[in-house]
């Protein structure tokens, strides 16, 4: 999502904004062919989680707690108490509330509203197919999203979202955004690539309010192409949404997936306290090869 590595993302979506109501509306990812929900057998699976303990599982995920990205001026503490797992369902709460927080960058400070974050906590994998079932929080002002960062992110994120030096969204500090939801949108889904240079907005209508339902949201990861998709669970299988193509536009770096509610920001907007409090649910997470 975003951070995006969102240090030159926020300042390159400013320029975007005004266009983000044409973006919606050019866009209709249903008209653009499908493809089959039948899984791979032969394919081997190289992370999962369904989430069926009592707690989230700390071999699989890390769970941080810092304060959100201050270059993308969110408004929100990372706080790990707002991940539970309740039957069978990862749920990652959002809430307007007092919390002091800082990072290793920026000492502690009063935010007014709470959020969560957690990311791959296993060794990031070179290409792939990733699926994750999950239903969207609402709100005004949440700013969800199923994202991958490249490696080189992995060790500095528990501790800021912009570590000094980092050179996003360069090589091994790419970002590729699955599933993001911005500015109250939950008919239309962000699906970009961050690869040696900022990928702007690629805005997809969805069949389906994201938060009325669960769907499965997945990206096709290959040497020579990114295809994503989207399960509505209609019966009419995987509709693809977007695609880029030729090996020099897709990362030949290791990447980790992550999962997050961000608030406020580029992509959030001003939130509205009312709307609180909010949850992400995710059924699984799923990445073969």
């Not at 060794?123 to 700013?143: D, H, N, Q």
């Amino acid at each position: 999502m975003r951070i995006r590595a969102r240090t030159r993302v926020a300042r390159f979506a400013a320029g975007i904004l005004a266009s983000w109501s044409l973006l919606g509306c050019a866009e209709d990812p249903t008209t653009t062919g499908s493809t089959s929900n039948a899984y791979a057998s032969e394919r081997t699976v190289i992370f999962f989680d369904d989430f069926l303990g009592t707690s989230i599982d700390t071999t699989k995920w890390t769970v941080l707690d810092r304060l959100s990205d201050q270059v993308n001026h969110e408004v929100n503490c990372v706080v790990p108490g707002n991940v539970g797992v309740k039957d069978g369902v990862l749920e990652g709460m959002s809430k307007y509330e007092n919390h002091s927080c800082g990072d290793s960058v920026d000492p502690p400070k009063p935010m007014r509203y709470t959020s969560w974050q957690i990311q791959q906590a296993t060794k990031p994998f070179l290409y792939g197919t990733i699926e994750v079932r999950a239903k969207m929080p609402g709100g005004v002002g949440t700013w969800p999203a199923i994202w991958m960062l490249g490696h080189d992110w992995q060790a500095s994120q528990p501790h800021t979202a912009n570590v000094p030096g980092h050179r996003w969204p360069n090589a091994g500090w790419c970002e590729i955004d699955i599933a993001e939801f911005w500015r109250g949108g939950r008919r239309r889904v962000n699906t970009t690539i961050h690869y040696n240079k900022p990928g702007g907005l690629h805005i997809k209508r969805l069949p389906f309010d994201a938060t009325s339902q669960f769907a499965v949201y997945r990206l096709e990861w290959t040497q020579g192409a990114l295809i994503w998709s989207v399960d509505a669970e209609d019966g009419k299988g995987f509709r693809t949404l977007h695609s880029v193509r030729g090996a020099a536009s897709i990362p030949n770096e290791p990447m980790y997936v992550v999962l997050h509610t961000a608030i406020g920001g580029m992509g959030g907007g001003d939130p509205n306290p009312a709307t609180f409090p909010q949850t992400f649910f995710v059924d699984y997470v799923r990445v073969t090869q």
